[in-house]
């Protein structure tokens, strides 16, 4: 009886032209002369299509997406001018039919691989190459309205799972056994498949079950719950571990819908928890209630961190918040929207204020070393006034 | 009632060791005084962890692994040298105290972002960095007896996928829905949760299932076949169809046990396909036995692929042959490890020979556009005498 969200949408005609429109005024005040983007969700950002290429986007006149593979596909689910090109080698006889001279080409260095850089640069020797990947990642840290009701579809499906965990979670399963049951719901549900994360290294899973003492395992991961894993070398998620009774489960799940992640952790547990797991959820509940008092547009991200951090001192519970010893993290709140690790980051150096539009998932969670874990993650839309949040507010640990 | 695979091994200390030492041969052949490693599946091969940090190997001298995160899991799960470093500053130092001076440094340039690569030579402005990638490649292209071991272990749980789809497959059930179920079935049976693609821009899924003509979409995946997706944002894998009688369902599933994957295609029928795609199949199987009875060490991939090509040209089959149009591939097979685009590549521009403990997907596939594909993918290890299977020869699509 699962109820299907979908069929997912194109991104908008003129939404795809305002972002790149938006993007020149960046490349004009940056003083750059055009930028050649190649990342895979850069390039659906700002085409409206994943297919693979090579997109131009000069400071003045018309973008054009140069398309390797699939041009039709490219074609039918992009707004903008789509040329076919058969390799990278083509790109100097393509650009110069474009007409315009430039010198100064933005290009995501960030991710572009040293060996793609040179064979580009050998195409262009005249090119001075700058880094253009902090303006898409500001310019993408402020979602449109069509992008919130993805986010907000992403969501749904995240709540709709976490409320069947009670339907599954039974003594003595292992944590995949229930990681798996949950991950084939959502994509029964129409889960795009996978969530993405931007850099060299960085991977994820679409979710993590951690029960009692997996939940203080602390691994490579930049979060402050990792997991064993099934093997050394996928070193984080759910272990093949049992889960017993009396002992929280703490389950994360990240939603993904027509490219857009949501990112939702909540805690179960069959039977009771000891007293001061059960305190220390109902800090990580004064802590997202304290966040929505003040936080909104205009506020300091640092201040929202500085904020929480007081509360898990002031309750004795500096040691645990985050992670514990070498675990720890050094923030409490993640960007969402395409990729998992957008902005803005909620940590003690987030001195740029959140602005409208901003999204992200926010996870005061506290680690007891050989114990486990407890702790909640919401995902917020910053506004004007105040902070809206992606699904509902979670008041009690579930007892089953 | 499922069976568990596992638990995962640690990597041998003497097996590590012996890679470094290989490795350091390369190094010396090729005038490098060290490498600097930063990949995290490099990472894992050479030292047996994926914990995250600089693995500097020098061509003489003991290799040593600087870990920023997590030490303590590091230290355990490798048997080098682990010394904590805090932040990437640190390099200097401590590759000053191994003693040695190295100019010339291999790191691998075909994944290390421009922007790291700038970091780290700001921090060794007397080094010239060459790209040492086709060495680790090369190296790595000839799996162990103890990969060997994981490799057939990741095979087995794809057999056991497999043979649990009768179980699943109903007419009316959307694609998605199947791929959730098998992929939960794995998940179950320990699969390390996802498989892993080197490259910018390279993603997978663990699962693609195909019906009809969902089996002949394009996309931008360099495989035969790529699946719609639920989303342009993620436009590979399973989508929302519904699977129909008398119609192919083309199920791709990689197998992932302790970091090694397995790549495998079957076909399931409800009911009777036409005869176009029963003869195609037929055709595919001809060529596994054709390629079975001469691929060994010292076949050229060229010969293999030519092979391949002439067979289902002479049955009339050219133009379906590993996709059809702009979704053509190029490739009949590719080697398989840690990643999914390993060397070999069965290809006609294939000149190195097959050399004993390579592994590789072999993958004869048909694409009928509008209507759908059928084919086989079977997994090889190769030996001195001849091909070895991962898995069972499978005789018939499976009618259900």
């Given amino acids: 009886m699962q109820k299907e969200i979908g069929p997912c949408e194109l991104t908008p005609r003129e939404e795809v032209f305002s972002r790149i429109g938006t993007f020149q005024n ?20 700002f085409t409206g299509t994943l297919q693979n290429g090579y997109l131009f986007i000069p400071q003045e006149r018309e973008a054009v997406f140069l398309v390797q593979k699939d041009y039709a596909r490219a074609s039918v689910e992009s707004p903008l001018l789509c040329v076919k090109i058969e390799s990278m080698k083509g790109l100097p006889n393509l650009l110069h ?6 010198k100064r080409v933005g290009m995501e260095l960030d991710v572009v ?20 990947s902090d303006e898409i990642k500001e310019l993408r840290s402020i979602k449109s309205d069509f992008e919130i009701r993805q986010i907000k579809k992403s969501g749904e499906m995240v709540t709709e799972v976490f409320s069947s965990v009670k339907n599954h979670l039974r003594e003595g399963m292992s944590e995949v056994e229930l990681d798996g049951i949950l991950i084939s719901m959502g994509r029964a549900l129409g889960h795009q498949g996978f969530l ?3 850099g060299l290294n960085q991977e994820m899973m679409n979710i993590q079950v951690v ?11 930049d979060t402050p719950l990792c997991g064993r894993g099934v093997t050394p070398a996928v070193a984080q998620g759910s272990s093949t571990r049992k889960i017993k009774r009396d002992e929280p489960v703490v389950i994360d799940y990240g939603g993904g819908y027509n490219g857009y992640v949501t990112d939702e952790t909540r805690v179960f547990v069959l039977g009771r928890l000891k007293d001061h797991f059960q305190k220390a959820y109902q800090v990580a509940l004064d802590i997202l ?10 506020e300091l991200p640092s201040r929202v961190y500085k904020r929480a951090q007081e509360i898990a001192a002031r309750e004795g519970l500096a040691d645990n918040f985050m992670g514990y010893g070498e675990g720890k993290v050094a923030f409490v709140g993640h960007g969402l929207g395409l990729e998992i690790n957008e902005l803005p980051i909620i940590s003690k150096g987030g001195r740029r204020p959140l602005q409208p539009g901003m999204v992200f998932a926010f996870e005061p969670k506290f680690v007891f070393p050989g114990e486990g874990a407890v702790g909640i993650e919401l995902d917020y839309i910053v506004g004007e006034k105040g902070l809206e949040r992606v699904t509902r507010f979670p008041k009690e640990i579930v007892h089953l």
């Fill in 26 to 45: 960046r490349l004009k005040e940056k003083q750059i002369d055009a930028a050649l983007l190649i990342q895979n969700v850069d390039l659906f950002y």
């Fill in 97 to 102: 039919e474009q007409g315009g001279e430039w």
């Fill in 113 to 132: 691989p040293v060996s793609l850089f040179n064979r580009i640069k050998g195409l262009f020797p005249k090119w001075e190459i700058l880094s253009i």
């Fill in 196 to 198: 993405r994360m931007r």
């Fill in 211 to 221: 029960s009692g003492e997996s939940g203080s395992v602390t691994s490579f991961c």
């Fill in 289 to 298: 209630r304290e966040t929505e008092s003040f936080a909104r547009a205009g």
